[in-house]
């Protein structure tokens, strides 16, 4: 610490000596010269009124005074103390001050020039009474001057790198790189050098770049697989007294092929039983490989040996394991042993290692056959046999055999396995293995029969063998030829003679050889049939020829045509089947109309056109019917039966809802006027006048659009001064209802005056809501009681 803040010392003092030399060589005078012109004009040159240069101090100064940075002085200042300095800019009046007198700068805090490189400031002078400026402000810079007080820093702490084994001297690794805060255009403060601290001699680096390479050849990963090295970068060129950071680098060899596969032993011995399934593990061999991934992959091979039918082998890539499995059975009486030779070879192969190789090893694998209590065996591995359709029971099938292969020979019984074979149409011997039947086979109805035969060994039951046995029924000829279809065929009335009209075919459920050629003939006693004839293809069809013209459906509309059909079996068999002909009226093109005789009756009356005219004139009087019944009931009733009992005002029906009294429009109120007194005069019908009733002058008719309020008063007003009205109220009884109604007169006025029958007491049961009708059209007791 001693020794750095000496160095700070001498370092300010090799910055003021600077700044005072640049301000002796420098120091204009404030007042100018006169410089004469070519034209003897004198030109006045105005001098520079600072005198200063560039200042700079050093950073990290940890002195106990301001450090002086340097001093500012006008030419104008005579040192009376009337001129003031003000300093303003970056860092103006809290890292740098001056002295507004001397104009003296100096900084009050410790610089970094890693956090700010220089500061611009800017100085004027000014009159200190009046501070009215005396010269114009100028700029200038303060440098902080760098010193070596950071070290290098690695942009990791820790790398990792790959390099391939046995790789070349001098093959390129990783680069690691430093870097130096410090000014790297002043001094050596930045200038890195790169060493290795750890990792030698295995690997080295560039001073310079920072570039790892590898120092030894043959380097092996399966001898060492990681290497931890240290790099050093020191600035000041790598000379005494700079600075230096460190970082370390793990590399890591990656794996080539460079190591053969080989197995750790010579001989390999197994076993296997003779019982064993063919895909069946007998064992497992392994070649090591020190190398790991793909270069470490091993296959496996039989190269050799008198197994090399019997046995396979497989290589398992998740254990690199070579899988020894049998490939074909095995028979302990017949061979007891068997050799291989087995190859393991690696899968990739590096060109640039082949001189290591081979890359192969090769083992020899003995395997011994163990005896096994084998289940019998039979001689076949499945059996067919025939038998005829219809044949009798304890007809003979055929013969399994089986035996037991071991040493033993035990005697071996028969059974059929009665899942095969649910209707139990067949029967073994147990003894010698013999097939019979127990009911009669149908090949129509099951052609094959495949059932399954057990054998088992008579002193060891747990051993058995199960053998598929298909049994085939021969078919003969027990079925007769029939019609292929239901047919139906149709003739023509006009049909001509010779003239062909349906084809048919026959159909056999026994098999190909006992049915087709089908052949088709008439029966003996109709050969010569007046009516229709056969003519037989040879194509198992047939065709039905008209033999004469003219048919009639009023004489008969319905022939049956008896066929003979035999097969080609031997025996053959036939069977006769009848034809259904029926007679039709078809138009020319020979297109069928109709088949029905009643229908030809019908059309030998009516034409066609007639019978649609007909069909149309009813429609239309059912419509005209229709129309007159729906006129009938729209016609309005007269409201009033006689006109001799016209009453004092009309009544008008119409079906339209008015708004209520402020609605005019809806409806012409002059309807409800008494026509009789729209002149004036207005007969009472009640009593007959004395005399000739005048209006008075002063009342007029109301218009037809007055209001129903101004009508009333008008009505009452001329009911009021009509002098032929009576004294008493004149009541106008209106018992007519209507036409056709069963219900009688629902006159209130007659209602009131006669005693009803119903009886209402039901009404007390309905609850709630109709307690009021209760009350009201109660019985008379029920009055009583509540009064």
């Known amino acids: 610490m001693k020794g750095r803040r000496c160095l700070h010392a001498a370092l300010l003092c090799l910055g003021v000596l600077c700044c005072s ?5 420098e120091r204009p005078s404030l007042h100018g010269h006169l410089e004469k012109g070519k034209e003897g004009q004198v030109l006045h040159r105005s001098k520079r009124g600072w005198v200063w240069n560039q200042f700079f101090v050093i950073e990290e100064y940890t002195g106990p005074d301001p450090v002086l940075v340097g001093r500012l002085h006008s030419d104008i200042d005579s040192g009376d103390g009337n001129i003031k300095y003000i300093l303003s800019g970056e860092g103006a009046g809290i890292i740098f001050v001056i ?10 805090k410790t610089l970094d020039r890693e956090e700010r490189a220089q500061y611009t400031l800017t100085a ?3 009159d200190r009474n009046t501070n009215r400026p005396l010269e114009p ?8 001057q760098d010193i070596n007080d950071n070290p290098p820093e690695f942009l990791h702490e820790n790398y990792h790198a790959n390099v391939p084994e046995r790789s070349n001297v ?19 403060s930045a200038k890195l050098v790169y060493s290795i601290l750890e990792g030698q001699p295995y690997f080295s680096v560039e001073a310079q770049t920072g570039i790892i390479r590898t120092a030894l050849p043959n380097m092996d990963r399966e001898a060492k697989e990681e290497y931890h090295v240290v790099i050093q970068a020191k600035d000041m060129g790598g000379h005494m007294g700079g600075l230096s950071g460190t970082t370390k680098v793990t590399i890591t060899l990656t794996d080539v092929n460079d190591n053969p596969p080989k197995f750790p032993q010579s001989v390999y011995q197994m076993s296997v039983s003779e019982a064993a399934v063919p895909g069946e593990e007998v064992g497992r061999v392994k070649a090591k490989d020190p190398d790991i991934g793909e270069n470490g992959l091993v296959a496996y091979s039989i190269i050799d040996g008198d197994g090399m039918d019997m046995f396979e082998i497989t290589t398992d890539y998740e254990t690199q394991e070579g899988v020894v499995k049998l490939k074909k059975t095995l028979d302990y009486e017949t061979k007891k042993s068997y050799s291989l030779k087995v190859e393991a070879a690696n899968v990739h192969i590096d060109p640039k290692f082949i001189s290591n190789g081979p890359f192969k090893d090769t083992v020899t694998v003995k ?3 163990e005896d096994a209590d084998e289940p019998p065996v039979f001689l076949k591995p499945s059996y067919v046999f025939e038998v005829q359709e219809n044949a009798a029971s304890g007809t003979v099938v055929g013969k399994v055999h089986a035996k037991d292969p071991d040493a033993a020979n035990s005697a071996i019984r028969y059974s059929i396995d009665r899942h095969t074979d649910l209707e139990r149409y067949f029967v073994i011997n147990a003894e010698d293995g013999n097939i019979k039947t127990i009911k009669t086979l149908d090949r129509e109805e099951m052609a094959w029969h495949n059932i399954s035969v057990f054998a088992v060994e008579v002193h060891k039951q747990h051993q058995e063998a199960k053998v598929p046995v298909a049994i085939r029924v021969v078919d003969v000829n027990d079925n007769a030829p029939k019609f292929a279809a239901a047919y139906e065929a149709f003739v023509c009335e006009n049909a001509r003679s010779n003239q062909q009209f349906i084809t048919i075919s026959a159909d056999d459920k026994d098999d190909s050889a006992n049915g087709p050629r089908f052949i088709f003939s008439l029966p003996p006693e109709i050969i010569h049939n007046p009516n229709f004839t056969l003519r037989d ?62 229908a030809y009756a019908l059309n030998a009356g009516l034409s066609t056109g007639a019978l649609i005219a007909i069909l149309a004139c009813i429609v239309i009087l059912l419509v005209i019917v229709v129309l007159f019944v729906t006129l009938k009931r729209q016609k309005k009733e007269p409201l009033i039966v006689f006109e001799e009992e016209d009453v004092r005002e009309n009544i008008i029906t119409y079906d339209d809802e008015g708004g209520g009294e402020e609605d005019t429009e809806a409806f012409d109120i002059a309807t409800l006027q008494n026509p009789d007194g729209i002149n004036g005069f207005m007969p009472r019908k009640d009593i007959k006048p004395e005399y000739q009733y005048l209006p008075r002058p002063g009342l007029r008719p109301a218009p037809n659009s007055v209001d129903v309020d101004d009508f009333i008063s008008t009505r009452i007003q001329e009911a009021d001064n009509d002098p032929t009205a009576p004294p008493y109220d004149s009541i106008q009884i209106y018992g007519y209802e209507g036409r056709g109604s069963v219900a009688g007169s629902l006159s209130s006025l007659e209602s009131a005056t006669t005693d009803s029958d119903l009886d209402y007491d039901y009404l007390q049961n309905w609850g709630p809501r109709f307690k009021k ?15």
């Open 170 to 188: 001098g093959t390129s690794v990783i680069q690691v790189t430093a870097s130096d805060a410090d000014d790297p255009t002043y001094g050596n």
């Open 124 to 126: 004027q002078a000014v």
């Open 21 to 25: 030399q640049a301000l002796g060589t």
């Open 773 to 787: 009708l209760a009350d009201l059209y109660g019985s008379k007791d029920t009055f009583d009681d509540d009064s």
């Open 137 to 144: 402000p100028s700029e200038f810079i303060v440098k902080v």
């Open 537 to 598: 293809n040879r194509d198992n069809t047939a065709s039905v020829l008209v033999r004469r013209e003219g048919f009639s459906r009023q004489k008969q509309d319905l022939y049956l045509l008896p066929i003979v059909i035999s097969d080609g079996g031997v025996p053959p068999l036939s069977s006769t089947n009848t034809l259904s002909i029926r007679v039709c009226g078809c138009d020319g093109s020979g297109s069928l109309l109709s088949c029905s005789a009643e």
């Open 367 to 369: 395997i011994a056959v």
């Open 99 to 108: 002295d507004d007198k001397s104009g003296n700068i100096h900084a009050t």
